[in-house]
């Protein structure tokens, strides 16, 4: 699905289904990976200021850090989820162009 860490393949190798379905259309991913990333920082960032697990400064940079790490780390792993949910609800035909090899 993917040939690097960011750039993905333009059809699935196995049933040549097109994963880039329109302009944009892994926008969605990105509130996947937002809403994963602002849940689980204030889940754990709550948490470390009301049981003074560090001093807020502290906390804050840990915050920081997270809020920036965390999105690359998940960016396959929301793509490939977004991708997923639009070809369950959405199925799409594998298309036959003409342009497959062999
Ligand atoms: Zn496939």
New binding site residues.
Partial sequence: MFRSWFKMHD???????SFQREPGFFLGSIYINYAFTALTMTGMYIPALILEWAPNNQLIWYAFAYTIIMPILLFRLARSLWLGFDQLFDPQQ?QSNGNKQE
């Fill in positions: 059809n699935c190798s196995h049933c040549n289904v594998p």
